[in-house]
């Protein structure tokens, strides 16, 4: 294929997967969105109020920047995973297959669409959260690289996870028993400073609490963590994740007899 | 001399579980022709399918499209190539024009040619009407000539159609073999067809290859292997009911119920002396027919023989694995 016929395949992968999330909006976009008012009303409002500050921050803006970042993981991950799980299932993955489309496009297309939703639903999030707090953005470059870097990376595991699924139970497993968990102890509701030393040391191979850090400090200039190195972390887990998903793909892991 | 449409060579499957799907087969399909690939299920029609257009990985042989190794450039060995598969596989929650659209897109064809080739292929295939509405909504057979646009959308050279008409009704059937005559002989596209209605194969195909048991046990023109009946089946329905099936020298007749015989003839054998010996005994034959289509026959003789596969007891007992392939 020539650069323009990759571009224009590239597109209507694009496309494709941008369409099905959109058509769905009141399964993709809508729940998410309820789910952080919920918790801006109960973390931010009635228990923040009596937290009162933390880093000299109130805990309502506190929390903004960990809660877009939990519905941006999620979110990208689970699209690409429903996604492509779906397309394994009903077969629509042989119109890819059986197309002259190069693998790495297929894996950009479903890549770049779950990212899609999931800085949709940040954006989303992003402005329901200001009905209830104000947000200065310190460094909104570093903001936008951490969050689209985030969203990227959760994407290729969402597609790793249904290159792997034999069923639909299996592409729930990772975002429930692992995701989840990492999340909520990754520092979105609490610094690193109000746990013991010994936790404290357990929470930094957490990766989630570098994304989570990283991202409150574009918005609010405050880190648990230096950023410079969750940087470099989160784009060396995009780098090797997206070989593996390549590899993986060029095996026909989980497609191919 | 034009390199075939289809070449392939010592092509072999095992898939995972030691199941040997094919046997080193050879196969020449050239272009501009209307080749039928038949064999019962699990023969390994669709994996010899599945393999040529990269759903299924073989283990060893070698398979060229229009001169292009699949393994040197199978990129450029899918732009000659569309698939019309035994079961649905889109998204049923699509558009059906988008269904068509997206997958000139992954060809890399752009939006303006795509537009109009796909409003062609919709109108001609009776689906225009529904493409604004999601796939699921449509019938069987609609969703099947879906597929067949969709596998058209990029002008291939090589169409393949893998039960194209399975599950559509005879009316239906009749106008899907008129359009894939059309664009065989109008458009010169090779077509490869698998199909277990062996009158669509008689009617549609000039040459034909028998697949059994991972091996190719005919390769011939529809012509000449029609030639190798020795024995065709007439019934033949009478005026007045009969007690027991008449004497009929030189022919095999047997009675299938009190209006009904069937009469076996031999290659070669004058029909009329039948039909005097049957006249003369007061026998009167209101009409007569096929009692299964010619071509049924031979494959049901080549099919069934014990030793036409190596080993294996039935040709029923390919795994799951092979047909979902």
Redo the contacts between chains.
């Keep these: 294929?020539?650069t323009?016929?990759?571009l224009?395949?590239l597109?209507?992968?694009v496309?494709?997967e941008v369409?099905?999330f959109v058509?769905i909006w009141p399964q993709t976009l809508v729940p998410p969105s309820i789910t952080m008012t919920m918790y801006f009303i109960i973390f931010g409002n009635l228990i923040g109020s009596r937290v009162g500050e933390m880093h000299g921050i109130s805990y309502m803006s506190y929390i903004v920047p960990g809660l877009i970042m939990m519905s941006v993981i999620t979110n990208s991950y689970s699209n690409v995973a429903s996604s492509f799980f779906?397309?394994k299932f009903?077969?629509?993955v042989?119109?890819?297959?059986?197309?002259?489309?190069?693998n790495w496009v297929i894996l950009a297309g479903f890549v770049i669409g779950g990212a899609a939703r999931g800085l949709g639903v940040g954006l989303i999030v992003t402005v329901v959260s200001l009905f209830f707090t104000h947000l200065d953005l310190h460094h909104p470059f570093l903001t936008l690289m951490v969050v689209v870097m985030t969203a990227l990376l959760f994407s290729i595991g969402g597609f790793i996870n249904a290159l792997l699924a034999k069923k639909f139970d299996d592409i729930s497993i990772i975002p429930i028993f692992v995701l989840t968990p990492l999340t909520y102890l990754g520092g979105v509701f609490y610094s690193i400073d109000l746990l013991p030393e010994f936790w404290q040391k357990v929470t930094m191979i957490n990766p989630i609490l570098y994304m989570v850090n990283a991202f409150r400090y574009g918005i609010l200039g405050i880190s648990d963590i230096p950023v410079s190195g969750a940087l470099i972390a989160i784009a060396a887990f995009i780098v090797a994740f997206w070989c593996l998903a390549l590899w993986m793909l060029n095996r026909?892991k989980g497609i191919?007899? | 001399m034009a390199e075939p449409a289809l070449s392939i060579r010592g092509l072999t499957k095992v898939?995972g579980n030691g199941f040997e799907a094919l046997k080193g087969i050879d196969l020449d399909v050239e272009q501009g022709d209307f080749f039928a690939l038949l064999g019962p299920n699990g023969a390994g029609k669709s994996?010899t399918l599945?393999i040529v257009?990269?759903?299924?990985?073989k283990t060893a042989g070698q398979v060229k499209i229009f001169g292009i190794d699949i393994d040197r450039d199978?990129?450029?060995a899918?732009?000659a190539?569309g698939?019309v598969?035994q079961?649905?596989?889109?998204?049923?929650?699509e558009k059906v024009e988008?269904i068509v659209l997206?997958?000139a897109?992954?060809?890399?064809?752009?939006m303006k040619e795509a537009k109009p080739r796909c409003e062609r292929l919709l109108k001609d295939l009776g689906l225009w009407d529904k493409r604004n509405g999601a796939a699921r909504m449509l019938s069987g057979g609609m969703k099947r000539r879906l597929m067949i646009a969709?596998a058209l959308i990029h002008r291939p050279r090589l169409l393949i159609l893998d039960e194209p008409t399975a599950g559509v009704d005879i009316e239906l059937r009749r106008s899907m073999w008129e359009y894939m005559r059309r664009i065989n002989e109008e458009e010169g596209t090779s077509i490869i067809l698998t199909t277990h209605y062996l009158e669509e194969a008689e009617s549609l195909c000039r040459n034909i290859a028998i697949i059994n048991r991972g091996e190719i046990i005919k390769n011939t023109s529809m012509r000449g292997l029609l030639t190798e009946l020795d024995t065709e089946t007439f019934l033949l329905d009478l005026a007045e009911p009969l007690e027991a099936a008449p004497q009929v020298e030189g022919f095999e007749v047997e009675r299938v119920d009190a209006h009904q015989l069937a009469l076996s003839v031999r290659k070669g054998t004058d029909l009329n002396d039948a039909f005097q010996q049957l006249t003369r005994q007061g026998v009167r034959v209101l009409s007569m027919r096929n009692r299964a289509n010619r071509l049924e026959e031979l494959f049901v003789s080549m099919t069934s023989q014990p030793d036409a596969g190596s080993g294996i007891d039935s040709a029923t007992s390919t795994p799951a694995?092979?047909t979902?392939?």
């Design positions: 294929m020539n323009r016929q990759l224009i395949s597109w209507t992968m496309v494709k369409r099905r058509r779906s397309n009903q077969r629509s042989e119109e890819m297959m059986v197309s002259p489309m190069p026909g191919r007899s | 898939y994996t599945g257009c990269s759903l299924v990985q199978f990129a450029k899918k732009y190539l698939v598969p079961e649905f596989n889109f998204s049923q929650f988008d997206t997958q897109g992954y060809y890399g064809m752009p969709r694995k092979e979902a392939s």
